[in-house]
């Protein structure tokens, strides 16, 4: 057994460790003291847990609240892009018209435009429509994504063209033939690509930032900025928890459905 | 069931995709509860023109009638046509039956008719075990049973077939076929079924329309398209082993093949000019001597035993190669035969355009 473990294993153990390890840090951290945190910060094992940490954050901040808010950011977000790309890729699939290839390269071309250029014109266009220290303006300019068009759209191109022309045969209206035979068969990929929608969704920083001044519309990693660059300086242990509450719900998500997510990666879901 | 009363007709339809021409022209009639065959190599456009019967092309010029009626006006009325795919295109997320089940759901039929109809479907085609299944836990030969069912279930008049028995196993397709028959036996729909296996075409079809390069070059009931083809093509496509070609000349009332008469006959009225002979291998009669001056010496090349007949491979040093098909074994490789042609069972061909000239006893 041993002699099967070759250059290949360490490569990957080293791997294993390099994303477990921060993890571990993370949550081992949020249960020690502040003065603890500073002496033995690498230590994986308390010498004094407390989860007074937890107590305090939730005397200084409203978790509920600001889970709430990145629950729903992350959702509308996530659910306007899968919808979008499902729709948007589905016409590509099924309709002839013309200029569609140069309309898609145009869709698929703003995957490679740098967030920052569209930054400021959206913040114009967020607060024009009054929206500034709203979900819904941090949700708004996101709910279309190319990414998604283009995952789907190749998996799309891997239904066979007859399983339509039955459902043709068949009399299906349009909107069965797509939410009827399309989707379901799209289900892996769409359980996948909508994981990885929400969990970036849920981390984003740079746009809410801009978007969510008031403190009551915050989302969990605005909140986590105050505590590492607050005025009164960093207090470790207090991030640390307050990152640990922002991993719980993403980690379960990644949990229920990595059979899918791994599925998607390693072939198409479809036979 | 009734016999179905739904006629299809094409008036001179057309077909283009970008530049290229996939059907010319194409005139074809298939009457009221009958079992058209489309036969032809691939690429001839029979998918095609099963297609735009269904109503998933749409021809570039010319109409489809169904009932004297224009096809697109009838998809609206919830007109019925059913079809099974080459590849079954079952939907991959249901059941058996919920494959059955989902266009009549879907078309409000009431729950205990539905019901009704797919337990029976299930019954007949020998599927009632594997209803819970899902597709991709089915075997080739019972996917292709359930593609079949699904369109059974519409009770549809006219049902088409697009090559649905050449993805399954040639043990199992035989059986199938015959299903296919007592199926249109029983039901006597109208169907147009696609394939190019010439046997599956003359075993079940009423009438075979044999196409090439978007052109029906022949249509008629089998018996004819073997025994009587209207041209080289048809001839050569259908029966295996294929039919003889001899390029021959015709002068002085004599046929022949590099200026030996091999045919003689004086009440022919032909022009003195180049043709092709076919025959048939069964109707090459070969004995070891000769018995007649216009006999055509050849020698055994090989012998292929089938168990049920002998086929001779025939050549000779004029360059000549032909096919024969002997019930005995008396013949040795390497042997000589002679040959005799019978015109009663010879064809003669137009040298260049390749049309049956008639020239035989079927006129």
Redesign the interface.
């Known amino acids: 057994m041993f002699k099967k473990i070759n250059l290949w294993h360490i490569l990957l153990i080293l791997i294993v460790l390099s994303a477990i390890v921060p993890i571990l840090f993370m949550v081992s951290n949020s249960f020690k003291t502040l003065r603890d945190s500073y002496g033995t910060m690498l230590n994986l094992i308390p010498t004094h847990p407390t989860i007074k940490n937890y107590l305090l954050l939730n005397k200084q901040v409203n978790l509920l609240g600001l889970t709430w808010n990145t629950f729903l950011m992350a959702t509308i977000v996530t659910i306007g892009k899968l919808l979008t790309g499902l729709l948007t890729a589905y016409a590509f699939r099924t309709y002839q018209f013309k200029g569609k290839m140069f309309i898609y390269l145009l869709f698929v071309a703003t995957i490679f435009v740098p967030f920052t250029i569209v930054m400021i014109p959206n913040y114009l266009v967020i607060s024009k429509l009054n929206l500034l220290n709203n979900i819904w303006g941090v949700a708004l300019p996101q709910l279309c994504d190319a990414t998604g068009i283009m995952i789907f759209l190749k998996t799309m191109e891997k239904i066979p063209n007859t399983l339509i022309d039955a459902a043709k045969i068949d009399d299906i209206p349009k909107r069965k033939i797509f939410f009827n035979i399309v989707i379901p068969i799209l289900k892996p990929s769409i359980v996948s690509v909508g994981a990885i929608f929400f969990i970036n969704s849920w981390n984003e920083y740079v746009w809410p930032t801009l978007i969510l001044k008031d403190k009551a519309s915050f989302t969990l990693p605005l909140a986590l900025q105050n505590y590492i660059s607050s005025e009164g300086g960093t207090n470790f242990p207090l991030a640390m928890a307050l990152s640990t509450i922002m991993v719980i719900l993403p980690l379960i998500i990644y949990l229920i459905f990595q059979k899918y997510i791994l599925n998607s990666i390693s072939n198409s879901g479809l036979k | 069931m009734n016999k179905s009363n739904a006629t299809i007709e094409l008036k001179n339809i057309s077909k283009q995709f970008k530049k290229n021409t996939i059907i010319d022209g194409m005139d074809l009639s298939v009457k009221a509860g009958e079992f058209l065959v489309l036969l032809g190599p691939s690429g001839c456009g029979k998918s095609t023109t099963l297609?735009m019967i269904?109503?998933?092309e749409e021809p570039t010029s010319g109409q489809v009638m169904i009932d004297n009626r224009d096809l697109r006006e009838l998809?609206n009325d919830?007109h019925?046509?059913?079809?099974v795919?080459?590849?079954y295109?079952?939907?991959?997320?249901m059941t058996v039956y919920q494959n059955l089940e989902?266009?009549l759901k879907?078309?409000k039929v009431a729950k205990d008719e539905r019901q009704k109809r797919i337990e029976n479907v299930l019954e007949t085609l020998n599927l009632t075990k594997y209803r819970d299944r899902l597709p991709?836990q089915l075997s080739g030969g019972q996917k292709q049973r359930v593609a079949v069912g699904?369109g059974m279930v519409?009770k549809s008049e006219i049902f088409l077939l697009d090559e649905p028995l050449s993805n399954i196993d040639v043990q199992l397709r035989e059986k199938a076929r015959d299903e296919i028959q007592n199926l249109h036996a029983t039901n006597q729909q109208t169907i147009v079924y696609v394939t190019h296996d010439q046997l599956e075409a003359m075993a079940l079809g009423d009438r075979i329309a044999v196409m090439d390069q978007g052109i029906i070059q022949m249509i008629d009931v089998p018996e004819n398209i073997y025994n009587n083809p209207a041209n080289l093509f048809v001839a050569e496509f259908i029966g295996t082993p294929q039919i003889n070609v001899i390029e021959v000349e015709y002068k002085d009332s004599n046929v022949l093949f590099n200026n030996k008469s091999i045919l003689a006959d004086q009440n022919l009225n032909l022009k003195e000019q180049k043709y092709r002979l076919g025959i048939r291998p069964e109707n090459l009669f070969c004995s070891k001597e000769r018995q007649n001056s216009q006999d055509l010496e050849l020698t055994v090349e090989n012998i292929i035993d089938y168990g049920r007949f002998v086929q001779l491979s025939l050549v000779n040093d004029e360059g000549l190669t032909l096919k024969s098909i002997v019930n005995t074994f008396e013949f040795n490789v390497n042997e000589k035969v002679f040959v005799h042609l019978k015109k009663a069972t010879s064809l003669l061909f137009d040298y260049e355009i390749g049309k049956n000239l008639n020239w035989g006893n079927y006129e």
């Open positions: 297609r269904a109503g998933l998809k919830g019925t046509i059913a079809m795919f080459q590849d295109a079952l939907y991959p997320n989902y266009a879907i078309h991709s699904r519409k």
